[in-house]
């Protein structure tokens, strides 16, 4: 009876310290005072309604916050929103009257408010300072003075993170930050969407190194500092799953909040008893070794019952145990997968890493200096590698540190290695620096043991190591160099465990592994370690976890840095293995994985190929790298988005591969602007002069300074749909005006206009020009194009084959081009037979394709249109028939000429110059009456062999006029009449020409109605003795089961004649 009396008359004093509150606001302040709680979700509980505020007097809205939060945090509310609405005097008064009124017996919640403000100043204390990973004893930093924002977006990759973290981020990050992912803050982690409610799971995740961590521990301190969460959440806990993971005694939830508490007289019974209020901050999940695969039946549900440790997390995510609580887990991308399976309607975010501008920012806190901050930014900026590993904040550390100690030696940062194998071993010099008392002995024999330690961890998959793994490589002596110099990261309170400060550590350290001589042989039976030839053999099968480590390897086995390191480390490096590395890269995987016809052009294999180049790149000798890449011819890299570093690195390649001979980059991206747009515009490339007309460097500058180079013999390039402009095509006729070697060119489906085009004339009219072969298909152009490239025409001896598919030429522009075909000056005009032109293309599709004839070639002519050309320039192009007697291929196909337009065309065809042998006609709205004309053309002309006249309406009547034409000493082999209307009549005169032709060997009639009568007809003149007919081919769907018999009754009599019956 006591107590509820008891009860009452708190509740009872709570609702006077209400009213009194709100009886001292102003009307104005008051208004805002509702207006202000009816937009807030202070207690994840939604509002309340506007509705129910709008009207309601003082003691109504009294009543309403002692209703919908409880008598309790009722008094808390109005506290938190007089501080946020700036009356901090009432809330200040209300606080006071509240601990007056409460008197000075400690009641729970007075026993909870005054510890929590004690835990506030013990989280302040504990997280305000952080210790840098190479400080030295009592060395630490202000949080605050280094934290960066970093970018957070609630985006969620559901997609496996198979690649190394650190190598592959840039890569992802550049793509999504180019796709302008919408961030958002650590105060917007429980926030509703505004289509759910609040989430009470956040999961956080992020690559190794990306700052998951600080993250946390901001968190931490900004809750502490009342700068987060304040109305949210009364109490946050910080668990390190790294120090929670070998734990062996059996815990409980209580527990855990005790580990985070200054002393063990922390009122957790009463903390426990208002969950909702409680945020539990579990950092590092992919660090646990738990299953989490336990029933249902053994989780708890009392936060005072003691479990393992795995039960009590397990009670904790399926929230079996304080269900009302909330939680934010980070954890690396790998282990989404398991955590998913242990949470419900949780919500994802995750950490990119620093934008450019952020970048800049950690930069300027690093460095305690503005003029070293600006000039080490600036260097970085200007190397791009290192630039693109600042997006992850632990590559930026390591490259501000190595940075900040050549700027205090006076060094010039122009000779700092571009390599991340350079940066990493200027980081481990530095943890060298006030040890030269060690022997020389002891400090080869302590890096021995650590990267020991480390390719055995990378062999077993395992980054995390107990105090049996350290002692088994010898690292447990407490004078131990590495381990003393924070090599080794130990978890908090935890000196069982032990890892490299980053996963990226331990893969440089087990590369350093197999360069560094040993004294014994390691034992196979202690160790996971595989010789080097089985590194080599399983990277060379597929990308897996040991590509990094290669790459470091690569780059240690540089002559120079294995100098800088036996000087620095006192060591010796074992002389076999670069020549084992060499035989390596010249034989199996590189044999397999260049394998031009079979390579796939998947993405997952287009990062598998760059990362063997990144590897070559990482060598830095370019004796090594020609070596290497010696049996290189082809090389074919489609679908990929090149970033800054990739371009470097194929620059690089391509420069010192000496025999590639083709380069095939269709449907690539080449990134060129910084990727986050509110970043300092692009410093100045080299040799920026020749780039003064554009505003930037064009997108393939990188790649055309390659094929410019002395060792560069590139004879194909394909560049088709990369999306170049004229800038591009400018650097291209750079290429053209230089190279001796390039003779095939593939720019089809870019962007460049009649201005590009103009430019790269420039560079074909260069006398070192030696091109034979330009496709332009779908490259925008207009009649003013056709007026440089008839210039070309003029000039150029060696332009063989020019593709203008699908540009609006119109009949100006075809003339144009036909009037360089005429040239006088044209060279093939006085070349003997052998050597002949080729006018045209290898693609057909389009509106128009056409080349010219003043080129050379020792082979044939070809002149290839396709798309909507006008009837009108048959005239034209009949004069070139006329006049160019080297012309052997002339394709129209799919051009609207009609009837009247090959009138005109056939008087050029009847010509005695024109030695045409391949005419195709398909689709050019033919009829009967255009046949009289081919008639005459198949009577006449000695020199034609093939003529396609598919999907023409022709009919039976002009298949009648053509076959009077093949019978009259005609030396057509190939008839193509597919799709042209022929029925059983126009197959009697097709029998016919069988018994009759003494040169017809294939003939298409797919797509017609034969019938029976007509497939009858066919199969008696197949028969005859005299029929010369090799190959025929018809269409499935045209014939019946008897035409097929009958016509597997002929290949009976006839057993070298091939049938085609196709089903497509």
Not at 713 to 742: E, H, I, P, R, Y
Not at 760 to 789: F, H, I, P, V, Y
Not at 850 to 869: D, N, P, T, V
Not at 935 to 956: F, I, M, W, Y
């Amino acid at each position: 009876m006591g107590n509820r009396s008891s009860r009452n008359l708190t509740a009872c004093m709570r609702s006077d310290l209400l009213i009194r509150a709100l009886d001292n606001l102003s009307q104005e302040e008051f208004k805002r005072f509702k207006d202000k709680l009816s937009h807030s979700d202070f207690e994840g509980k939604g509002n309340i309604p506007r509705g129910q505020l709008e009207n309601a007097d003082r003691i109504d809205t009294k009543n309403l916050l002692m209703q919908f939060y409880g008598e309790i945090a009722a008094v808390e509310v109005t506290t938190a929103v007089f501080t946020q609405i700036n009356l901090r005097d009432a809330a200040a008064k209300l606080r006071e009257e509240r601990e007056k009124a409460l008197g000075p017996r400690q009641t729970s919640e007075r026993s909870v408010n005054a510890y929590s403000m004690k835990y506030r100043e013990h989280i302040k204390n504990e997280y305000s300072a952080i210790k840098d990973m190479n400080a030295r004893l009592g060395e630490n930093v202000k949080l605050n003075s280094r934290y960066t924002k970093l970018i957070i977006t609630n985006e969620h990759r559901h997609e496996k993170q198979r690649e190394h973290e650190i190598m592959a981020l840039g890569r992802r990050h550049a793509e999504i930050m180019t796709e302008h992912a919408t961030p958002i803050t650590i105060g917007d982690l429980f926030e509703s969407d505004g289509k759910e409610q609040s989430p009470q799971i956040v999961v956080l995740q992020g690559a190794a190194g990306i700052g998951k961590t600080l993250t946390a521990k901001k968190i931490m301190l900004d809750w502490a500092n009342e700068e987060l969460y304040q109305s949210r959440f009364d109490y946050v806990f910080y668990i390190n799953c790294r120090e929670i993971n070998f734990d062996r005694e059996q815990r409980s939830v209580e527990d855990l909040i005790l580990g985070n508490c200054p002393d063990h007289n922390a009122p957790t019974k009463e903390i426990l008893m208002t969950p909702e209020k409680l945020l539990f901050i579990i950092d590092g999940f992919d660090e646990l070794r738990f299953a989490f695969n336990q029933p249902t039946s053994n989780l708890c549900s009392d936060p005072c019952e003691k479990q393992p440790v795995e039960i009590i997390l397990s009670s904790l995510f399926r929230k079996k145990v304080l269900l009302k609580s909330y939680l934010l887990i980070t954890t690396r991308p790998i282990a989404l997968e398991k955590l998913g399976r242990c949470l419900k309607d949780e919500r994802y975010a995750e950490i990119l890493g620093f934008s450019e501008n952020e970048r800049k920012e950690y930069f300027y806190k690093f460095f305690e200096k503005e003029e070293q901050a600006s000039k080490a930014f600036n260097f970085v900026r200007d190397n791009e590698m290192l630039f693109t590993m600042c997006f992850v904040p632990i590559a930026c550390w390591i490259i501000c540190t190595v940075l900040k100690q050549q700027l205090e030696a006076g060094e010039d940062l122009a000779q700092t290695s571009t390599t991340i194998t350079g940066v990493y071993m200027l980081y481990l010099f530095s943890l060298l620096e006030g040890h030269s008392s060690n022997s020389k002995q002891k400090v080869q024999g302590n890096l021995n043991e650590l990267c020991s330690l480390a390719a055995d961890g990378i062999w077993r998959k395992n980054i995390l190591f107990e105090e049996e793994d350290v002692k088994k490589h010898g690292l447990d002596k407490p004078d131990s160099l590495f381990l003393n110099e924070n090599m080794f990261q130990k978890g908090i309170g935890c000196e069982r465990v032990y890892s490299f400060i980053h996963l990226s550590f331990q893969e440089f350290f087990a590369a350093l592994f197999y360069v560094l001589e040993k004294e014994e042989p390691v034992k196979k039976s202690a160790t996971a370690i595989q010789p080097v030839e089985k590194l080599f053999e399983k990277c060379g099968k597929s990308r897996n976890y040991l590509m990094l480590t290669v790459r470091f390897l690569f780059g240690l086995l540089n002559k120079k840095r294995m100098e800088e390191m036996e000087k620095n480390l006192s060591c010796k490096f074992s002389p076999k293995v670069k020549n084992n590395l060499l035989t390596w890269v010249k034989e199996k995987p590189f044999l397999l994985l260049f394998n031009y016809d079979k390579l796939p052009s998947d993405k997952e294999s287009m990062f598998f190929y760059l990362d063997y180049f990144y590897c070559l790149y990482e060598i830095e000798e370019t004796e090594f790298v020609q070596s290497a890449m010696n049996h290189f011819t082809e090389l074919k890299l489609t679908h990929h988005t090149f970033t800054k570093m990739d371009q470097i690195v194929l620059q690089f390649c391509i420069k010192n591969c000496c025999k590639l001979a083709s380069v095939c980059l269709e449907n690539c991206t080449f990134l060129t602007e910084d990727l986050n747009e509110d970043s300092p515009g692009p410093r100045e490339w080299p040799h920026r002069a020749q780039h003064q007309d554009e505003l930037h460097p064009s997108s393939i500058y990188l790649l055309c300074q390659a094929l410019k180079a002395s060792n560069c013999n590139l004879k194909k390039l394909s560049l088709g749909s990369c999306g170049l402009t004229a800038a591009g095509f400018g650097d291209l006729a750079t290429v053209l005006s230089t190279s001796q070697s390039l003779t095939e060119l593939d720019l089809g489906a870019n962007n460049p206009g009649d201005a590009g085009v103009r430019r790269l004339c420039e560079g074909l009219k260069q006398l070192n020009c030696k091109l034979q072969s330009l496709l332009l298909w779908s490259c925008g152009l207009t009649a003013a194009g056709c007026r440089d490239l008839a210039a070309v025409l003029r000039t150029s001896q060696s332009l063989t084959e020019l593709d203008l598919s699908d540009n609006k030429l119109g009949v100006s522009g075809v003339r144009l081009l036909c009037e360089g075909l005429k040239h006088p000056n044209c060279k093939v005009q006085r070349l003997e037979n052998e050597k002949c032109l080729i006018i045209g293309g290898c693609l057909i599709i389009g509106e128009v394709l056409l080349s010219g004839g003043c080129l050379i070639l020792q082979r044939e002519a070809k002149l290839f249109f396709s798309g909507h050309l006008p009837g009108a320039c048959c005239e034209d192009l009949a004069d070139v028939l006329r006049a160019n007697e080297s012309l052997t291929d002339l394709n129209l196909g799919y051009n609207y000429l009609g009837d009247a337009g090959m009138q005109r065309l056939c008087k050029g065809l009847t010509h005695p110059n024109c030695k045409l042998q391949r005419l195709g006609l398909q689709g050019c709205h033919l009829t009967d009456a255009g046949c009289t004309d081919l008639a005459a053309v198949l009577r006449t002309n000695q020199s034609l062999t093939k003529l396609d006249l598919s999907d023409n309406e022709l009919g039976d009547a002009g298949v009648q006029l053509l076959c009077e034409g093949l019978k009259q000493n005609c030396k057509l082999q190939s008839l193509s009449l597919w799709k042209c209307g022929v029925t059983a009549a126009g197959c009697g005169d097709l029998a016919a020409v069988l018994r009759a032709s003494q040169s017809l060997t294939e003939l298409q009639l797919g797509e017609n109605n034969l019938g029976d009568a007509g497939v009858q007809l066919l199969c008696e003149g197949l028969k005859y003795p005299n029929c010369k007919l090799q190959r025929l081919r018809l269409k499935k769907e045209y014939l019946t089961e008897e035409m097929r018999a009958e016509l597997d009754a002929v290949k009976d009599t006839k057993p070298d004649l091939v049938i085609q019956i196709l089903d497509w």
